[in-house]
Every structure is written in C-alpha cells, then in structure tokens.
C-alpha cells in the first residue's frame, strides 16, 4: 500500500513539473533575465564637480547647473542635495534614466557676504553603488559695495541714557551710490 502511495506521488509530481514547465515560456530566458537585472546599476558621471564664479557685488544671486550623466544601466536617483548653508538652495531631479542627463542647479544669494571669498559645499547622496555619497564645489569672491567703519557696532547703556555712535559709510570705487535720504527712528 505504501509503495502504490509512493508511485502515485511521484507520477504527480513529475506531471506537475511538467506542466509548470510548459507554463513557463522560456525557463532558461527568465533565468538570464532574472541575472541581468539584479546586474544592472547606476554611474553617476559628474561633469564638473568644482565650480568657480567671477566676482561678483554683495546681493547677487548666482546660479550654476551641475550636469549628472547617468552611464549606467538602471534609473539613478538622486536621494539628496544638501548644502552648507541656507544661502545656497539646491534644484535637481529625483531621477536620471540610463543615458541621460540631468541637472542640480545651485542658487546662491550672496547677501551678507561682501568682502569675504565663499565656498559652498554641496552632498549629494545617490543610489550609485560607486558614487553613492560625493562632494560639489561652488566658490568665488564677493566684493562689498561700501564699506563700513566700524564694521561693528554695539550700543550699550540704560534706557534713560542717550546712545549713539557715528558709523561712516564709504561707497567702493567700482559700485558708487549715493544716499537719496537719511532718516533716524526715535522709538
């Protein structure tokens, strides 16, 4: 009785086997197709990772593309951009397709940063199993358009006191202004 059981389990099995077998169109094709696509990745290729700008006058707004080829053979995600400073405020797609391109744009308001050479350092995280963290560079100087002596000023006393201090404003010879009013608040 067992080995007639043993005999029906497997002619049922190999019948079973069988007809999977010719469900499947081309096992040996879904194989190499399963292969191939857990080979596939991603390669970011940075154009120009550093980016250098002209002078440029206290209160400009720059703005400069990093282009990103995607070389690889599946979708590159661009998980993050982060940049040092809220100055700087990234654009860039979620998604660059194989052979393609796409951009991460920087904008950097320079407001503030009159006098001083800056360097903005840009993250940018990616599925890229080579490149999954790397750096951008954007820098350049930044010219003051006056300059203020003292560059600091701090008052101090009580409120029954009068404070003051003279504070003098002198345009740069390149940016020339004049002031078109002064007006002092009492409150």
């Excluded at 007639?4 to 086997?17: A, D, P, S």
């Excluded at 006058?57 to 599946?74: C, R, Y």
């Excluded at 660059?96 to 050479?117: A, D």
């Amino acid at each position: 009785m067992k080995t007639r059981q043993l005999i029906y389990f497997i002619i049922g099995f190999i019948v079973m086997t069988i007809l999977t077998a010719s469900a499947q169109q081309n096992p040996i094709q879904e194989l190499e197709s399963a292969l191939s696509d857990s080979t596939k990745s991603p390669s970011a290729v940075i154009m120009q990772s550093r980016f250098e700008f002209e002078p440029v006058v206290d209160g400009t707004e720059v703005v400069h593309d990093f282009v990103i080829l995607n070389k690889g053979s599946a979708p590159l995600s661009i998980r993050d951009v982060i940049t040092n400073c809220g100055c700087a405020i990234p654009t860039y797609p979620k998604e660059i397709l194989p052979g393609n391109e796409g951009k991460i744009i920087i904008t950097f308001n320079t407001t503030g940063y009159g006098g001083m050479t800056s360097d903005r350092k840009i993250l940018v995280s990616t599925n890229d199993p080579q490149k999954s963290v790397f750096y951008l560079n954007m820098s350049g100087k930044i010219e003051a358009f006056a300059k203020l002596d003292p560059k600091i000023i701090v008052l101090r006393g009580s409120s029954k006191d009068k404070i003051q201090t003279i504070v003098t404003i002198t345009p740069d010879e390149k940016y020339p202004f004049t002031f078109l009013k002064t007006e002092i608040d009492d409150d």
